[in-house]
C-alpha cells in the first residue's frame, strides 16, 4: 500500500486546512485508516483514525477542532483541521493498517501554525 499525502502548509492560529491521503488500495481492503503527526523532538503521536466500520478515534487535543472522513470512490481519507493552534505544528502522515496488521506511512507533509 502507497499513499499520497495532499495538502498542509503554513497557516495563521486561528485558521482551517484540509489534508487528504489518497491510498493506492481500495479502503475496503484495509482495517484501519488514519493521521500521526510528529513535533520536533517529540514522539509521533496519534491525530485521528477511522476503520473499516468506520468507527472513529481522535485524539484528546484535537477532538472538537479535528474531523476524519473517508471517500470509498476515490480511496481517500481527509482530515478537517479548524481552530488551529501553534501546537499543531508538526509533520502529519498517513497511515493504513490492512487485515494483517501490517503498517504503512506515507513521507508526511508538514504544518505549521504561526501564532
Known amino acids: 500500500v502507497t499513499m499520497a499525502e495532499l495538502g498542509g502548509g503554513s497557516v495563521q492560529a486561528g485558521e482551517s486546512l484540509r489534508l487528504s491521503c489518497v491510498y493506492s488500495e481500495s479502503l475496503f481492503r484495509l482495517s484501519k485508516m488514519g493521521w500521526y503527526r510528529q513535533a520536533p523532538e517529540k514522539q509521533r503521536e496519534l491525530v485521528a483514525t477511522i476503520t473499516g466500520g468506520d468507527t472513529i478515534n481522535y485524539a484528546d487535543s484535537v477532538r472538537g477542532r479535528f474531523t476524519i472522513s473517508r471517500d470509498n470512490a476515490k480511496n481517500a481519507v481527509d482530515l478537517l483541521m479548524h481552530s488551529l493552534k501553534p501546537d499543531d505544528t508538526a509533520v502529519y502522515y498517513c497511515?493504513?493498517?490492512?487485515?494483517?496488521?501490517?503498517?504503512?506511512w506515507g513521507q508526511g507533509t508538514q504544518v505549521t501554525v504561526s501564532s
Open positions: 497511515n493504513a493498517r490492512d487485515f494483517y496488521f501490517t503498517e504503512y
